[in-house]
C-alpha cells in the first residue's frame, strides 16, 4: 500500500513511545521506574467521576453539538473570565478531545501550504508534525538554559518573513518548564500585533505553577493582541483527566466556526459524558489542584537538587509543568562495557536497558543535550529513580 506523501515527515509521539516501553517491560515483570509520564499521577477527583457516573445514569450518552455542548462552553466562559479576565462569547469557544485536538485543528484551520510558523525550541513534541500535517513549515527558535529557554521579542521579530503566519507559544513549557512574566509576555505580544501574525498560546499548565509565579495569559497583556490569539487549554493536567480526552480552544469567531467545521467532518462532538465531567471539572470546587501542586513542588525542589549533585548533570529550576529538563552533555563521550553515550537517545536507552530507569530523550523536544524527567510520579519512586541514574552515571567511564 502507497501512504500519502504527507506522511513522509510524520513520527510517532517519542513520549507515548517511551511509556509504551517501559509499560511494556512492566508486564514482563521488570521493575521499571518510569519518569516518562506526561500526566499527574493522581486519581480523577470524585466529585468529577460522579458527574461523569450521573451523566450515563441519565442517558446522556448520545450525540451533542460537534463543538461541545452550550452549557460547558458558558463554564470555559465563565472560567477566562474568572482565572484571565477574558471575555470570550460561546461562539468564540470549541469544545475538543483533548487540547491535542484543538492544536490540530487550529493548523488545519489556519494554516497552507506556504505559510511558516515559529516555534521556540525546546518545543512541545507534536507542534512541529502538526504543522506538518497541515502542508506548511515550521520555523524553529532556539533558546538557550542561561536565559531561561525563553525567547524574546528579537528573536521572533528576526525569524519573522512575508511567509510568518503564527507563532506557537508554550507557558508554562512542556519540557523545560520555563513560564513568561507578564512583562516578556508584552514584548512578544507588540511583536505580534506590529507584524500581523497570530499567537497560538498553549496554557495547558496555566495551573501548574511554582515559587509564586504568576501566570498571565498572552491574550490579556495588550490591548487588541486578544484579536490576533487564539487560547488553548483542556482539563487533562489541571485535573488529572487526561484519560477523559477535552480540551478547549478560544480565539475570533471564524476560526472557531472553522475549527467547529472541521471536527462536524472528523470527530463529531468530544464524548458527552466527559464533557458533562469536565463541566464540574470547570465549574466545582478546586481544593484539588491546591493539594496537587503541595506534592509537585516538593518533588521537583528534590529532583532538582538531586539532578544538579550527579557529575556531569546540570539542571534548570522548572517555574511550571511537571518535568525537570536537565543538560546532559557532560556524560557525552563516556563509556560503559555495552553502551556509548553519543546523545540524549542512547542515554535515554542506557538508562532503560542497564538501570531500568524509563526518561524521555530530548531529541524530540529539538534539544539532543538534554533528557524530560517527569515528577508525575511518587516520591519513593523518584528517589528510587534518582539513585538509578546516579549509579548509573557514576559507572560510567
Ligand atoms: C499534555 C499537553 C497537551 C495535550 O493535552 P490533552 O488535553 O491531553 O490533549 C498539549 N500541550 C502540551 C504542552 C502538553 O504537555
Redesign the pocket.
Known sequence: MIISKRMNKIKPSPTLAVSARAKAMKARGIDVIGFGA??PDFDTPENIKRAAIKAIEDGFTKYTPAGGIEELKKAVCEKFKKDNNLDYDTNEVLISC????C?YNICQALLDEQDEVIIPSPY?V?YPDMVYLAGATPVFIETQEKTGFKITAEDLSAKITSNTKALIL?SP??PTGASYTKDELKQIADVVMDRGITVIS?E??EKIVYDSFEFYSIATVEPGVKNQAII?N????SYSM?GW???YVAGPREIITAMTNIQSQSTSNPTSIAQKASLEALSGPQDFITEMLGAFDKRRKYMVERLNSIPGFSCYNPTG?FYTFPNVSGVFGKKSAKHEIADSSSLAKYLLESSHVAVVAGLGFGADSNIRLSYATSFENIEKGLNRIQKAIEELE
Open positions: 506526561g500526566e483533548g487540547a491535542k485536538h492544536l512541545w507534536s508554550n513549557s512542556n498553549d495547558i499548565y488553548v483542556g482539563v487533562s493536567k487526561t480526552r477535552i480540551g509543568a
